[in-house]
């Protein structure tokens, strides 16, 4: 139980172009999902907070006009990465929340995106 | 600032020997404790969490955790090669949806 599918694995694209992630609950109702960035050697990085129906929360320093995140259905998030510049090859990995406030659940990733700017 | 501190590491155990991975954090209002593994270049995945005082064991897996002391560890006992990879410790927030991550232990089993 518990899975995640997150696609697509890997994208290689020009500078300039956009690009859009996509991230399922598959077994669950995620009442939240995660966006994390992760650069070589480094640990995860939030980048965003998203719940169904709502805007985004964005961590301080990740711009919410490049990183457009939508969050349609309790099972599916978007991270949609505009206009894209070498410097925003990373790894970009969600999680799913499945519990609700105080219920302290784990969250559970996708196997992640990982994307290279030409 | 909300902060999850563990050793970079590498820990390097022979393999069959116990790795002991441990965690400290700030945060008191932080209820449970999570424990991931990610290996190079993949997402993390869920190894197991705890929120009660003491022990809890999930097979050659022992988490221990320590509110007092605001201190959290695992234990691999009979590690073998494949357990090498990068741990991560997370504390949850006090709506207990999201996490506060360590920098992770680089755990090396030498065969």
């Known amino acids: 139980g518990a899975v995640v599918s997150q696609h697509p694995s890997w994208v290689i694209c020009k500078s300039g172009t956009s690009v859009k992630i996509e991230c399922r609950s598959l077994?669950?109702?995620?009442?939240?999902m995660f966006w994390y960035r992760q650069f070589p050697k480094q640990s995860l990085m939030l980048m965003a907070t998203?719940?169904?129906?709502?805007?985004?929360?964005?961590e301080q320093g990740v711009e919410k006009d490049k990183f457009l995140i939508n969050h349609a259905s309790l099972t599916l998030s978007t991270l949609t990465v505009t206009s894209a510049h070498p410097e925003d090859s990373s790894f970009y990995i969600c999680?799913?929340?499945?519990?609700?406030?105080?219920?302290?659940?784990?969250?559970?990733f996708g196997d992640g995106t990982r994307l290279s700017i030409l | 600032q909300k902060e999850v501190e563990q050793n970079s590491g590498p820990l390097s155990v022979p393999e069959g020997a116990i790795a002991s991975l441990n965690c400290t954090y700030s945060?008191?209002?932080?209820?449970?404790f999570f424990w991931y593994r990610q290996y190079s270049g993949k997402s993390p995945e869920l190894i197991m969490f705890?929120?009660?005082?003491g022990d809890k064991e999930d097979g050659r897996f022992t988490a221990q955790l320590n509110k007092a002391s605001q201190y959290v560890s695992l234990l691999i006992r009979d590690s073998q090669p494949s357990d090498s990879a990068t741990y991560l410790c997370?504390?949850?927030?006090?709506?207990?949806?999201?996490?506060?991550f360590g920098g992770g232990t680089r755990l090396m089993v030498k065969p």
């Open positions: 998203s719940n169904e129906g709502s805007k985004a929360t964005y």
């Open positions: 705890i929120y009660s005082n």
């Open positions: 999680s799913a929340y499945p519990g609700g406030v105080y219920s302290n659940q784990p969250q559970h």
């Open positions: 945060d008191r209002g932080s209820q449970s």
């Open positions: 077994d669950f109702q995620a009442t939240t």
């Open positions: 997370a504390g949850n927030n006090n709506a207990g949806n999201m996490l506060t």
